[in-house]
T-cell receptor
C-alpha cells in the first residue's frame, strides 16, 4: 500500500462552520505534512508532524488546527475560515531518515471552498 | 534557507520530441535530495524522478532523465519522446537529508503543454 488517502475530496463551507480534513496512510511513515496550494502556485508548507508530535508550524493562523491522533492519521480542523483560505489542501507522508528514499508521498488533496 | 528557482513558467513541446525543464537551487548543505514532481489537472502530486546529492550519476526513469550539476547547483529534467499524458505542471523540489521530517521546498513550477 503506497497510498495517502484524503477525505473529503471537495468541501464547501461557510465562514462560521467547523469542518475537518482527514488524511490517512498505512505505509508506516512517521512524518506527515499539510500543504496549502493556491491555483497555479506551488504548495506552501503549513505543518509537519514527526512521531505524532508537531515539529513545524509555519505561522499558520489559529483557525487551522492540526491533530495527529496516531501514526497513521492526520487531521486538519477548520473553524471561522475566510474566503481567501479557499485552496487545495495536500497531505503528504515520508519515511524515517534511516529508511528514506527521500520522497514525500502525496494524497490527491481536498479542494476547499469557503463562502 | 534553501531556495529553488524554475525560470520557465511555461514550456511547450511537440509530441514525440524532447524537452528540457530547468531548475537551480541554493543551499549550504552537503546532504540533500532533489526531485521532480508532476501535477496533472487531476491535482495529485506524482514523483517523476529523484536524485541523491552524493550520487554523481544522473538519475534516469524510462523517458525521464536529469542533468545534475552539483557545483553549479543545477538540476534539469529531460523528457524524451514526449507524450500527451506528460502535459502537467512540473515542480522541482529540494529536501534536506539531515532528518526524517524535513519538508520539501518547491520551485514555482513549469507548466508543460504537449502539442499533438
Amino acid at each position: 500500500d503506497t497510498e495517502v488517502t484524503q477525505t473529503p475530496k471537495h468541501l464547501v463551507m461557510g465562514m462560521t462552520n467547523k469542518k475537518s480534513l482527514k488524511c490517512e496512510q498505512h505505509m508506516g511513515h512517521r512524518a506527515m505534512y499539510w500543504y496549502k496550494q493556491k491555483a497555479k502556485k506551488p504548495p506552501e508548507l503549513m505543518f509537519v508532524y514527526s512521531y505524532e508530535k508537531l515539529s513545524i508550524n509555519e505561522s499558520v493562523p489559529s483557525r487551522f488546527s492540526p491533530e495527529c491522533p496516531n501514526s497513521s492519521l492526520l487531521n486538519l480542523h477548520l473553524h471561522a475560515l475566510q474566503p481567501e483560505d479557499s485552496a487545495l489542501y495536500l497531505c503528504a507522508s515520508s519515511q524515517d531518515r534511516g529508511q528514506a528514499t527521500g520522497e514525500l508521498f502525496f494524497g490527491e488533496g481536498s479542494r476547499l471552498t469557503v463562502l | 534557507a534553501q531556495t529553488v528557482t524554475q525560470s520557465q513558467p511555461e514550456m511547450s513541446v511537440q509530441e514525440a520530441e524532447t524537452v528540457t525543464l530547468s531548475c537551480t537551487y541554493d543551499t549550504s548543505e552537503s546532504d540533500y535530495y532533489l526531485f521532480w514532481y508532476k501535477q496533472p489537472p487531476s491535482r495529485q502530486m506524482i514523483l517523476v524522478i529523484r536524485q541523491e546529492a552524493y550520487k554523481q550519476q544522473n538519475a534516469t526513469e524510462n523517458r525521464f532523465s536529469v542533468n545534475f550539476q552539483k557545483a553549479a547547483k543545477s538540476f534539469s529534467l529531460k523528457i524524451s519522446d514526449s507524450q500527451l499524458g506528460d502535459a502537467a505542471m512540473y515542480f522541482c523540489a529540494y529536501r534536506s537529508a539531515n532528518s526524517g521530517n524535513t519538508p520539501l521546498v518547491f520551485g514555482k513550477g513549469t507548466r508543460l503543454s504537449v502539442i499533438a
